[in-house]
């Protein structure tokens, strides 16, 4: 079976300082690879997606970045924190392909706390 | 393009009583339709799925959903809510033309009362 794992669960950053949130998925190959965020009280916002090893789509502009240096390994960074990067970051993943039916599942998120 | 639409924000029931959280879907082409429940600072699992099967679904934890085409609602039923089913539920939609593309509801919270 699948698994996807996401880590640190909690961080407290200081405005300026970098960011690596880490996702990896285990038991299936080539997935699509999405990066989440969620503010308190509010609906998801799809900030990153990776269909391959170094391919990397941005849905908003914003102050982070993404890489996928291995196949089933997916970064969210961010060189200096904004406290508007504070939130839940949600890392996500589906199979290859654009059939019927792909599901997306999830981690069990990061919540990023910046001071 | 697609997009979902979750009528109501905010829904309170009793405990033991049935439960509806409404969804609209707009879509042009053969919809997948999803229903995801996010417990307080979880990930989220997936409840239920329709893609082109039986109309009326069944997931996990005796939640059902029903599509309607006509309707475009795919609203999520539950017959007696329990306590545990607090939390927050959000509506999603994928066309087969576009596998990485889920567009998500904003998201329903449900309160149970005693």
């Known amino acids: 079976s699948q698994t996807i794992h996401q880590w640190p669960a909690t961080l407290v950053q200081p405005v300026g300082s970098p960011l690596s949130l880490e996702c990896t998925v285990e038991g299936t190959s080539n997935p699509n690879l999405y990066w989440y965020r969620q503010a308190a009280g509010r609906g998801l916002q799809l900030l990153f997606y990776s269909v391959g090893i170094g391919q990397i789509s941005s849905e908003v502009p914003q102050n982070l970045s993404a890489s996928r240096p291995q196949d089933r390994q997916f970064i969210l960074s961010s060189k200096k924190l904004l406290l508007s990067d504070s939130g839940f970051y949600l890392c996500a993943w589906s199979r290859a392909g654009t059939g019927a039916g792909n599901t997306i599942y999830f981690g069990e998120g990061s919540w990023l706390t910046v001071v | 393009a697609q997009s979902v639409t979750q009528l109501d924000s905010h829904v309170s029931v009793s405990e033991g009583t049935p439960v509806l959280l409404r969804c609209n879907y707009s879509s042009s082409y053969s919809p997948s339709l999803f229903w995801y429940v996010q417990h307080p600072n979880k990930g989220l699992q997936l409840l239920l799925k329709?893609?082109?099967?039986?109309?009326l679904v069944k997931g996990i934890n005796g939640f059902e959903a029903e599509f309607k085409k006509s309707e475009t609602s795919f609203h999520l039923t539950k017959p007696s809510a329990h306590m545990s089913d607090a939390a927050e539920y959000f509506c999603?939609?994928?066309?087969?033309?576009?596998?990485?593309?889920?567009?998500f509801g904003p998201g329903t919270r449900l309160s149970v009362l005693p």
């Open positions: 329709y893609t082109s099967a039986a109309t």
């Open positions: 999603v939609v994928s066309e087969a033309n576009y596998g990485q593309n889920f567009v």
